[in-house]
DNA sequence: GCGACAG
DNA sequence: ATCTTGTCGC
């Protein structure tokens, strides 16, 4: 897999904020047509020195709920941590890992936040507009919005709203009874529902959805020789 | 001006 | 993200 959208990485804040605005333009909310079936799962950690970031890519089989392939990778830092902008610091690493992967997924789980941003353009929204592929975004915090908290059992609900507005723009998902909702949202080619149904169909054991999950495991295991992915 | 603020 | 062990509760 690689980028069919190319662009700098090493750009002012005022200038990673207009092409955020710019490439929001391109972010596309559908029903996707095909079946879902291979997901892939992407999160990112820093290196122990700071200099460079760790991705991890995993595929996960839906269907018969086993791991296809895993693979890690990094790239220099060229970005600082601002909240809003994650994706300038991240995604060079991602699209490392992302040439990786044989089995090309149907869509691709992020670590962050879709449009659930306060210009409309998370990570996953940014990923996906690169890759031209089908994202969307699973917090563990918010970025962005207001909700009221769903039911403590697995499988409530509550919707992600901007502020003052009746504009949703993303679902507070229990996906463990009594343990903290996850954030989702449309990251690119895909729709909230459809997100919604995924998370919950890809969770129940953990708090994460199982591509998320392993990636997670995954990346914390960057800077050691062995890895061991099974729970 | 003040507070909020993904990973 | 990371610094950090055992411990309480389901």
Known sequence: MEAVIRHKWDLSITDAVSLQKE??????I??????????????????????????????W??????????????????????PGLL???????????VKNIKHIPDLLIVDGHGIAHPRRFGIACH??????????????????????EPSIERGSISPLMVKNTNTIIGNVIRTRTKVKPVIVS?????????ATELTLSCSGKFRLPEPTRLADNLVA??????IYLVN
């Open 186 to 194: 449309v990251g690119n080619k895909i729709d909230l529902e459809t």
């Open 221 to 226: 295991q960057k800077e050691t020789k062995n």
């Open 87 to 97: 994706s300038f610091r991240e995604i060079p690493a991602i699209l490392e890992v």
């Open 30 to 59: 559908i029903k996707p047509t095909s079946k879902i079936r291979y997901i892939g799962g992407i999160d990112c950690a820093p290196s122990h020195d700071k200099l460079r970031y760790f991705a991890a890519a995993v595929v």
């Open 23 to 28: 490439l929001a333009t391109k972010v596309q």
């Open 127 to 148: 990923l996906g507009v690169l890759l031209d592929m089908p994202t969307f975004g699973c917090g563990k915090s918010l970025l962005f919005g207001k909700y009221n």
């Open 61 to 82: 089989d839906l269907e018969h709920h086993e791991l296809m392939e895993y693979h890690l990778a990094e790239a220099p830092i060229t970005f600082p941590y601002i």
